[in-house]
């Protein structure tokens, strides 16, 4: 029934020319779902400090100020549970993805005390590039619209390719590109060999094998080869499954 508002928005985007024009139309959006309010939050892969992004919402003042104030993005219960699911989530599903601590359901409830009750998120993630979440959100004394889950789905995906592309226009920063040496020598080591092992595994020197890990920290601008391990997978230029199907096997 409400499948129409994701072709009007999406008709709607290809005019959306800045941020304040997306927002606005997120918000009028969100309002015909049945929803009281909006969040799009877009991280740009970046080693700047000052890396670009976008962050839009029509969130309370109140929650807004605390959430900022204690900075609490790094221990956001919604924001672990993005990375357990391909798919939009309801905040009362969030412990069927992630354990909840006690600290978690304090911030949520903080969150409804400030005028946040329930939620539809939208997560997306892309190797190399950055990740977002598009989420929509009712007041304490209100229900979750879910039948129209499936089309705040559409309309949370059309919205970060939106963002996506107005981001898109502000970076200019190119992922860091390993030899294939040097990808050989890091999977090894992230499967859990040592530099002496990878080097036996393809019979190669220990000291090639240093060489190559210290060259591929420096392309990374990383100290450490756990670092590297987890931007390497960030980027996509190694995957979860190379690592567990080979411990799988062997």
Request: proline residues 4%.
């Amino acid at each position: 029934m409400y499948a129409y508002l994701a072709e009007e928005f999406a008709t709607e985007l290809i005019n959306v020319r800045s941020d304040t024009e997306l927002d606005g139309a997120l918000k009028q959006v969100s309002r015909r779902l049945g929803f009281d309010h909006f969040a799009l939050s877009l991280e740009m892969r970046s080693t700047s400090c000052e890396a670009p992004g976008l962050l839009l919402h029509d969130y309370p003042d109140e929650w807004a100020k605390v959430y900022i104030a204690f900075d609490l993005a790094g221990q956001d219960p919604v924001r672990r549970a993005c990375d357990k699911t391909i798919i939009g989530f309801a905040w009362d599903w969030i412990d069927e993805l992630v354990p909840l601590t006690r600290g978690d359901r304090q911030m949520l409830n903080v969150g409804r005390e400030c005028g946040i009750g329930n939620g539809y998120t939208v997560p997306r993630h892309l190797p190399g590039i950055g990740r977002g979440t598009c989420t929509f959100a009712v007041r304490p004394d209100r229900e979750l619209p879910r039948r129209r889950f499936a089309v705040a789905e559409v309309i949370g995906t059309l919205a970060l390719s939106c963002a996506l592309g107005l981001s898109s226009e502000r970076l200019d920063e190119k992922v860091p590109s390993l030899t294939d040496r040097q990808r050989e020598c890091l999977l090894w080591v992230a499967r859990g060999k040592t530099a002496a092992e990878t080097a036996m595994i393809l019979e190669i020197s220990t000291e090639t094998v240093i060489q190559h890990l210290k060259m591929a920290r420096e392309r990374y601008q990383v100290h450490c080869k756990q670092s590297l391990v987890v931007a390497a997978l960030f980027d996509g230029l190694i995957g979860f499954a190379d690592i567990i199907r080979w411990r799988d096997v062997g």
